[in-house]
């Protein structure tokens, strides 16, 4: 079966456990499904907070993503890829993003999986603005998110490895 890919940037919130058993249902092809769920956390540097707001550039950001898969499955044996991440108002608890990758075996998966998030908190245009209480600020990309995200510049494919 030929990869499928799935690119969603919503508001509403989304069920994690459908959209992962949707990506597999009747697939027999795939051999390991690895998820990434990013939920909103309740502070941001010790200081309780109470909502993200995540805006982004309508177009461009999906077309980021894509590119991002795109890669992804160059240097991987990927048969699916999802990603949905949310947009505007978030309340701790809730889902901000799903990252599924799909292949034959699992080493596949995880390596894509954690190549993907990498790139989205680093790279894809969303711009995140916290809400504490003493007021509002931006969020920029943290130190420790830019240097996960050099651990796969310069790599070559993985490809032949993976399978």
Do not use: N
């Amino acid at each position: 079966m030929p990869m499928t890919t799935l690119i969603r940037l919503q508001r509403e919130p989304f069920d994690v456990a459908a959209e992962a058993a949707q990506m597999a249902h009747g697939r027999t092809d795939i051999g390991a499904l690895v998820t990434f769920t990013g939920i909103c956390r309740a502070d941001e540097g010790g200081e309780p907070i109470g909502a993200l707001t995540l805006e982004h550039y309508p177009g461009m950001a999906e077309a980021e993503i894509a590119r991002h898969v795109e890669e992804a499955s160059a240097r991987w044996p990927l048969l699916g890829v999802t990603v949905i991440h949310r947009c505007g108002r978030i309340l701790p608890g809730e889902v901000i993003v799903l990252v599924a990758t799909a292949s034959r075996h699992r080493e596949a998966a995880f390596a894509a999986a954690s190549f993907l998030i990498d790139y989205l908190k680093t790279r894809a245009p969303f711009w995140k603005q916290v809400q504490t209480r003493t007021g509002t600020s931006w969020i920029d990309a943290k130190a420790i998110d830019e240097a996960a995200v050099q651990r796969w510049a310069g790599r070559p494919p993985e490809r032949e490895a993976a399978k």
